[in-house]
């Protein structure tokens, strides 16, 4: 009976001195799961991890790249290598040791005949050499650069595919070959003899699958729209399936380029990744809906820019269905097998299984960075690997125990852990974690602590954390694993006063109302936590709006909190040549605030913004930041004006004007005769730059009688003095 093991998240039993709003690394999904590293597991295409099949290594070669492989009919594996040429030939024991070393630097192709004599294409200098009682003659030479695949037909007449020209050789038993089908391609990369005797091929740069009858006519049973079929094979049932690839995915530069290929010509992608790479990103797609063979091109291409990978499955009436398609991952090999499809790629030398629409499972992650070919012999499956080239087969019993290691978590701050919850059935699962403070784990992280069944670990507080997880048979079905969650909280950070705007005068500062029907509040404690747990940032609050009002003074603050936290302001005034601070307004929830002129006595001040962490905080644990802003003025008394007549002289009056403010500088003067309009006046020194000025103003002709001079003038807090003067023209 199989059992389901939830551990629950029990929030209220951690520590006390936690926060109240943490955040939850959860990894669930099969995107989630592929990113980390996986020992003798397999994950589904339903997102669990369960035990892999064996997965023993039984030859290592000791060389960099293996790039061909082949089997006789006693069980014997054939393993051709670069870039030094050599063959090594594997028993079924696993006893090996190498058979010949050849004088072309790669073997690119292995076939053996029906006699269990072996067969091996080479490169640079395209030549087929045939192998007998550990001696290698040549056997033909097709004057070409590379010969890319062989395979036998069912004639036991030898098939070559060769580049740089595309051209596909016949050659018989006593090593006598012509061109059999010249195609459109400049490489043939794959072959294979379906059941009707018929040569299927895939080919480079055009991307297209072949099948050629043995009278050498040819008919284009798919164009894949990539550049590369890297793979063929027949299965039992006549259903050929090819592993496509364009020659441009993101992978990491080959340490060991493939041989170059003749000028004016390119080579098809087999470039092997020598040096350890970061995981790439995959995307497993979903079967495409069934297109027929002779769909048009331009119906089924898809773009190569970033490039990518696909497993197509041809069925025996033309049907074309894409099984599995990636941008980042390179599919090198394919194989039907026992009702199911495997093929390998060149990310961390995974091998997937598809079985039935939707169903792709990683079936295992080799410890070598490539997995070049998949071979059957009998009724055992092999995998050859290449940074090193190896030999491993794949069992028919499930691994004891498999492992599971996580990606590392990057907190952004020093962490405190909360209680692991994991979905875990069938044997044994244990969780264990480790922490440290640098990006990698190294010599300084704690020590894999076990997790206990409530979920508590020991690890210490720290800015990074990585999981793994054990899964163990003990007896029991197979354990599988389907998600885990780490509660964390980050420390608390210091909230940060950046930025303090003194708005000029008579502005005042109005809160925008939200439209509760649509808009979500950016201040609501329940949308803060929903954007945690999604990983989003806080919403920014709405930009208040600016309304003029006589006599406000209003300030505007930016403030931050690396925790997102919800702040709180404490306001504090103090006039320039005090010293102690005294409470305007506490507890203001907005970044902004406007007060009335009147509320101070005339003078210069300063404010201060005191921002707190506590409406998120316990109050021990809550934290301050603050900032002063620059000084201001707050001036509620206008300019006084004194005015004199200095006297009259030709019925113009020269009036002389002495104005003078407590405490702002003077911004603006204006004289009007009698109900006139108001014309500006400048002062004796030419410019308005002080608290005091004298303005010395001659009339126009003015008629005889009486007539009233009038002055404003203004301060830069916009208050009003004025005068008048009485002046009587004779």
Known sequence: MKKLLWLVLLLAAVVPLLAVTPQF?????????????????????????????????IYNTEQTLVWSAAADSKGNVYLGTGHDGKIFKVDPSGKGSMLVDLTELDVMALAVDSKGDLYAGTSPDGKVYKIENGTAKEFFDPKTKYIWSLVFDKQGRLLVGT????????????????????????????MAIDNDGNLIAGGDPKGYVYRITPEGKAFVLYDSGLREIHSVAVAPNGTIYA??????????????????????????????TVNSAEPQDIQVVEPQESVSADTPRSQTRKSESGGQSAILEIQPDGVVNTLWRSRDELAFSVLPDAGRVLFSTGTKGRIYSVDGPRNVT??????????????????????????????FRIGDTLAATGTYESVVKDTESVSSWGKLSW??????????????????????WSDWQKVDPAGATSSPKARFIQWQAVLRA???PSPR?????VPFLQQNFRPEVTNIEVLPTAVALQKVPLNTGNAVNPDDPATIRANLRAGLPRIPPVAPRRVPERGAQSFQWTASDKNQDTLVYDLYYREENERTWKLLKRDVTDNFFTINSDTLPDGTYVVRVVASDAPSNPPDLALKGEMESRPFIIDNTPPVVTMKLDGIDRRRARVAIDVKDQTSTLSQAEVAIDTGDWRPVFPTDGIIDSKSESFSYVSGDLTPGEHVIAFRVYDQNDNAGMGKLVVRIP
């Open 243 to 272: 592993a496509a690839m364009s020659g441009e995915a993101n992978m990491a530069p080959a340490a060991a380029p493939a041989p170059a290929a003749a000028t004016g010509n390119q080579q098809p992608t087999i470039t092997v």
């Open 362 to 391: 990683l079936v295992i992650e080799s410890t070598e960075e490539q997995t070049t070919r998949l071979l059957q012999s009998g009724n055992r499956v092999y995998a050859i690997t290449a940074n090193i080239g190896k030999l």
């Open 423 to 444: 979905k875990s059935g069938g044997g044994d699962v244990e969780i264990s974690t480790r922490t440290g403070n640098t990006s990698t784990p190294d010599k300084t």
């Open 25 to 57: 690394w959860e990894i669930r999904t099969y995107d989630d799961f592929r990113k980390g590293k996986l020992t003798n597991l397999s994950l589904t295409s339903d997102d669990e991890l369960i035990l892999a099949p064996r997965f023993d290594m």
């Open 481 to 485: 694993l389907s998600s885990v969650k």
């Open 474 to 476: 003990d007896r029991s």
């Open 163 to 190: 580049g740089d020209k595309g051209v596909i050789y016949r050659v018989t038993p006593d090593g006598k070959g012509a061109p059999f089908y010249e195609t459109d391609e400049t490489h043939i990369v794959s």
